[in-house]
T-cell receptor
Framework: DAGITQSPRHKVTETGTPVTLRCHQT?????MYWYRQDPGHGLRLIHY???????DKGEVSDGYSVSRSKTEDFLLTLESATSSQTSVYFC???????????FGNGTRLTVT | KQEVTQIPAALSVPEGENLVLNCSFT??????LQWFRQDPGKGLTSLLL?????REQTSGRLNASLDKSSGRSTLYIAASQPGDSATYLC??????????FGQGTRLTINP
């Protein structure tokens, strides 16, 4: 357990509704990441943060926004959920650029 | 564009065997490389991180090697056990922040 809590663990929502996923860490790590995992695509980076209020886009950022107002929390928001955003979302953290990446247990999101 | 390939996609071996999992990447200018395991319905567990200046890393029964010039990394598992059954993923760092993951090798160890 790398001190990462993702909530909720499971969520079903309807197309067009906003959804926020939360990642909470107890490790005081500087870097935090959001990935999605899909069959046939593997893991892909959505957004990442290298400090409070410092965020950047990953390779599949369209339709997602993030916020980090505290070191321990990194929020992922789907402004208007679509069926293509049905996926398993993972949060990850690490101390610095040469340290290993550690993952949370994921949030399974279904958009109907 | 960096591509990461893991072959085979699935592997089944009897308990006690030593085995090697392969990871190949197309761009040798990598930053670091990390091996993970993923159990069904769970997140990824970090196994080993090899920095670009290193050739190998060891942890218990696991040994990972890195050959940047040939674009290959291997994960060696000694004396395999049923608890080693999982999907193993390698990930290559493109720069300090962005990882490119392979599709994984699903390993089954038969008692």
């Amino acid at each position: 357990d790398a001190g990462i809590t993702q909530s909720p663990r499971h969520k079903v929502t309807e197309t067009g509704t906003p959804v926020t996923l939360r990642c909470h860490q107890t490790e005081n790590h500087r870097y935090m990441y959001w990935y999605r995992q899909d069959p046939g695509h593997g893991l892909r980076l959505i957004h990442y943060s290298y400090g409070v209020k410092d965020t950047d886009k990953g390779e599949v950022s369209d339709g997602y926004s993030v916020s980090r107002s505290k070191t321990e929390d990194f929020l992922l928001t789907l402004e208007s959920a679509t069926s293509s955003q049905t996926s398993v979302y993972f949060c990850a953290i690490r101390t610095g650029p040469d340290s290993p990446l550690h993952f949370g247990n994921g949030t399974r999101l279904t958009v109907t | 564009k960096q591509e990461v390939t893991q072959i085979p996609a699935a592997l089944s071996v009897p308990e006690g065997e030593n085995l090697v999992l392969n990871c190949s990447f197309t761009d040798s200018a990598i930053y670091n490389l990390q091996w993970f395991r993923q159990d069904p319905g769970k997140g990824l567990t970090s196994l080993l991180l090899i920095q670009s200046s290193q050739r190998e890393q060891t942890s218990g029964r696991l040994n990972a090697s890195l050959d940047k010039s040939s674009g290959r990394s291997t994960l060696y598992i000694a004396a395999s056990q049923p608890g080693d059954s999982a999907t193993y993923l390698c990930a290559v760092y493109r720069g300090a922040q962005k990882l490119v993951f392979g599709q994984g090798t699903r390993l089954t160890i038969n008692p």
